[in-house]
């Protein structure tokens, strides 16, 4: 999962896949995905089901791709249903499909059109002679098992609980997959008692097990409005990724000293020379365009921009947030304690942090909007 406040907003269950540094966030909720956190930056584009077209209200899955991947590298596959998002992948080591998945806990309707998705196009999801087929299923599959749970939390194995989980048991094992987050990881904490179980998962085809470099639940990174742990993977996979130029920082710029640098390139000849024919006019134009150019790679920092990069943030919001993650590490250590006071001081912190998100990012909008000219406006708009 991203660490940017924005990818973290009203979020309640996240995986994010990683392969050579690219990143690929999934999204699962079990109601409408909400507006507010499926309007990515531009560093990210937003992939919908196929099915959301038809009925938005009903969007249970949301994948979000890192712009800088090569759209020649990805494509979207059809699935018929909105809580399945498939997209692939591909490069020279073959292709890989990823299942963003929500599951619903009372029935197995999208267990059962994996299965039978798996078996009408078996031919494309099998390695062939000329290239490898990676397959993740991942998500949200709200099933409880003593192979992946605590075995020790009887509670949770009802039988119908046992019956739900082996009608996905079977589905894996059909499809040739196997677990790559490790069983007894605690992903998700229960609202009413405070305990904690599992119903996140990651399947991987047997084959693709050696290309997985770590495949984690990031416990200090418990976003504030959530009640899943994301979970971070990580593939040796390379992706064709498009360049990105460096900016330069402009607003960061030691202007008296920008200017004694360019007057210097140009000489007090230059400055003081009347200019008398367009001949003389154009030389001059270009002896200072090309003056500035040079200054500007001399004098001005590279900004570097990154997903996390806002306008509003402050180094008060990064200490915030360095503290709420500290909180929830230790919050999440003491999981199977509920009365522990740091469950308690992890609620106040995030509490707090939310606040003062909000609150910067409101303020520093109106303060734009009552300082924007006529361009800027119709930019907002």
């Not at 570097?304 to 909180?327: A, C, D, F, G, Y």
Request: aromatic share 8%.
């Amino acid at each position: 999962m991203n660490k940017s406040p924005t990818c973290q907003h009203n979020l309640l269950s996240s995986n994010k896949l990683t392969s050579m540094n690219i990143d690929i966030l999934v999204i699962q909720e079990p109601a409408m995905i909400n507006k507010s956190c499926s309007i990515a930056s531009k560093e990210w584009i937003s992939v919908y089901p196929t099915m959301h077209a038809t009925n938005p209200k009903k969007t249970r899955s949301l994948t979000l791709v890192q712009a800088q991947i090569s759209t020649d590298s990805w494509n979207q596959l059809d699935f018929p249903s909105s809580n399945v998002m498939v997209v692939q992948l591909s490069g020279t080591w073959g292709k890989l499909m990823i299942f963003n998945i929500y599951n619903e806990g009372k029935c197995n309707n999208t267990i059962n059109l994996l299965t039978k998705y798996q078996k009408d196009n078996h031919w494309s999801l099998e390695s062939s002679c000329i290239s490898a087929a990676h397959q993740i299923w991942l998500g949200d599959f709200n099933r409880h098992h003593p192979y992946w749970d605590d075995p020790r939390d009887s509670r949770l194995f009802t039988d119908a609980a046992m019956g739900a989980a082996e009608a996905l048991i079977e589905a894996v094992a059909d499809a040739g997959l196997d677990m790559a987050l490790p069983g007894g990881i605690p992903t998700y904490c229960h609202n009413v008692t405070k305990c904690w179980s599992r119903l996140d998962h990651v399947f991987i085809t047997e084959m693709s097990t050696s290309t997985v470099i770590a495949c984690n639940a990031l416990t200090d990174h418990r976003g504030i409005n959530t009640n899943h742990v994301p979970i971070l993977t990580e593939l040796n996979l390379g992706i064709a990724i498009s360049k990105v130029k460096p900016i330069p920082n402009l607003r960061d710029i030691n202007w008296e000293e920008f200017c004694k640098t360019l007057a210097n390139h140009l000489g007090p000849d230059q400055l003081e020379e009347q200019i008398t024919s367009q001949r003389q006019l154009d030389k001059r134009c270009s002896s200072l365009t090309k003056a500035i150019q040079n200054v500007i790679c001399k004098q001005v920092p590279i900004i570097v921009i990154t997903p996390k990069l806002k306008h509003w943030w402050t180094k008060e919001l990064t200490q915030m947030r360095k503290s709420v993650n500290k909180l929830g590490r230790q919050s999440y250590l003491f999981c199977d304690k509920p009365e522990h006071v740091v469950h308690n001081q992890h609620k106040e912190a995030k509490k707090s942090y939310k606040g003062n998100l909000e609150y910067n990012r409101k303020h520093h909008w109106r303060d734009w909007l009552k300082k924007a000219d006529e361009p800027d406006i119709w930019m907002a708009n």
